[in-house]
């Protein structure tokens, strides 16, 4: 790797630009452990290691850009939910969020269950062999073929979106003979603290049935009819990256208040209850949020006594955390290509990547943080922007952030907190080809998605 001279790029004892960035950390080598994995530190020789392996290692012997997952954090992270859940309570991890067959496996193994929301991932969950009734199959508009491989797979359940679904459902399920178990998607009415396109709980948005006007009582009214369908309870999501728990407060307190509605027409009581996901992680020192055993505490004190004031028995709770178990578990790995320093301005650095394998920045504004990986420095810091390789000048990996002011090509940096919707959104815009996806465990590391190659991309394109 070269080490050659560049010109200086502006300090931070210069006049700054515009920004949200905060004030540098005051030593740039410290790995702050809110937004790196657990097993993540340097070595003597001040290089960024991960289960005992330097990144300098797994750069030379898979590339870069690379996802570079700590599979000994995962699990960590699973099983610290599931065990704040207890037995009465099921946690669905959010396959979306970030999908394999290895990642299936550890679920397994952990004892959570699933939420998958495609054809995709529920194919990717069976061939892993997740037990199919630990599935949660959801979507606002699976198709017949979905629906029909969901019921006839036996998934443990299927959230329902629509009108249209719940007699879509009921169809397929009676006519293949089955009885299948659903919950009803609801819309409670909460803005989640959030960037728009990742709040889902407002009522102008595709997802669920709202509350408002009763549609959601008329949906349950609909659904207990139909032969085909066990209607086993109410389904709320409420958003993502959610600090705040005062919006689960106000959802447990809608979904209870529909759940004594169905009692008192019905004489049901449904016996669960999902709030969904969205639990936020750290991306930068900034965020603080909070641990999975004091969401549950919340979350079922919150539904205990919303379930008590109106006298029913406390149905079964479910979440679906996706980005707060995998999103902090993984770091992007990149090489420096070139270090660009617009004088009064900021230092724009350029990576092997960019969009293509983080797309959240350009999308929602979303705040990162980096490191240089390869190398500790004690060079003054510079404002750098980090920037990919496509051709599109919102191709912005981290917006503002600093890295020391001796930066030069060749040096590897990492983009911590990116298990969550960077491989699982990464495009081959500009015929990029998808990084790989390393898990490290134990200093042994193994690829469990591997690179696109350009053979990949040309099978594609039949001509
Ligand atoms: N359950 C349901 C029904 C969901 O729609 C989602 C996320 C989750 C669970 C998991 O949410 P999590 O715990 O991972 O926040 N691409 C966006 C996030 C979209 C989330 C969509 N649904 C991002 O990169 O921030």
Redesign the pocket.
């Known amino acids: 790797m070269s080490r050659s001279a560049h010109p200086a790029g502006p300090r931070h004892a210069d006049v700054l630009p515009e920004g949200h960035y905060t004030a540098p950390a005051d030593d740039l080598n410290a790995l702050d452990p809110k937004v790196w994995a657990h097993t993540v530190g340097r070595d003597a020789d001040g290089v960024v290691t991960v289960g005992g392996i330097a990144v300098t290692q797994l750069a030379e012997e898979y590339g870069t850009p690379a996802y570079i997952l700590d599979e000994a954090d995962f699990r960590d992270r699973a099983r610290a939910w599931r065990t704040a859940f207890g037995t009465d309570a099921d946690v669905f991890y ?1 396959g ?2 970030f999908l394999s067959r290895a990642v299936v496996r550890w679920l397994d193994e952990e004892g959570l269950n699933l ?1 998958v929301c495609s054809g995709g991932e529920l194919a990717t969950a069976l061939s892993a062999g997740m037990p199919a009734e630990r599935i949660a199959f ?1 979507g606002n508009n699976k198709s017949p073929e979905e629906i029909e491989r969901a019921v006839r797979a036996g998934v443990g359940r299927i959230v329902l979106d629509s009108f249209q679904e719940i007699v879509r459902v009921a169809h397929t399920a009676e006519s293949l003979g089955k009885r299948q178990r659903v919950q009803i998607r609801v819309t409670v009415g909460v803005e989640a603290h959030t960037h728009e396109f ?1 709040a ?1 709980a407002h009522e102008d948005q595709k997802f669920g049935i709202p509350l408002a006007d009763g549609q959601a009582a008329e949906a349950v009214r609909r659904a207990l009819q139909l032969d085909g369908l066990d209607v086993i309870g109410i389904h709320s ?1 409420i958003g ?2 959610i600090f705040d728990m005062s919006g689960f407060e106000v959802a447990a307190h809608r979904v209870v208040g529909l759940l004594k509605d169905v009692r008192d027409e019905h004489g049901v009581e449904l016996a669960e209850i999902d709030l ?4 936020g992680i750290a991306y930068t020192s900034d965020d603080d949020p909070r641990e999975p055993h004091e969401i549950a505490k919340a979350l079922s004190e919150i539904v205990t006594r919303e379930c008590e004031g109106a006298r029913l028995r406390t149905p079964r709770i479910s979440v ?5 178990i995998v999103g902090p578990t993984a770091f992007t790995l990149y090489e420096v290509g070139t270090v660009k320093p617009l004088e009064g301005l900021r230092t724009y650095v350029s990576v092997d990547g960019g969009m293509s394998d983080n797309i ?1 920045t350009a999308l ?1 504004d979303a705040e990162y943080s980096v490191a240089l990986a390869s190398r500790t420095s004690d060079a003054e810091p510079m404002l750098v922007r980090v920037v990919g390789k496509h051709c599109e000048s919102g191709d912005i990996v981290v917006k503002d952030a600093f890295l020391p002011g001796d930066l030069a090509p060749g040096d590897l940096i990492a983009v911590p907190a990116t298990g ?2 960077c491989r699982s ?1 990464a495009s081959n815009y500009n015929h990029a080809m998808r990084p790989p996806v390393v898990a490290v465990r134990d200093g042994a590391a193994r690829v469990i998605v591997r690179r696109e190659t350009e053979e990949d991309l040309l099978r594609l394109d039949v001509g």
């Not at 969904?276 to 639990?279: A, Q, R, S, V």
């Not at 679906?320 to 707060?324: H, Q, S, W």
């Open positions: 959010a979306k969020a939420d959801h990742i889902t999501h993502s990256q969904g996901g969205g639990l679906e955390p996706g980005r707060a959240r929602y969550a919707y959104m």
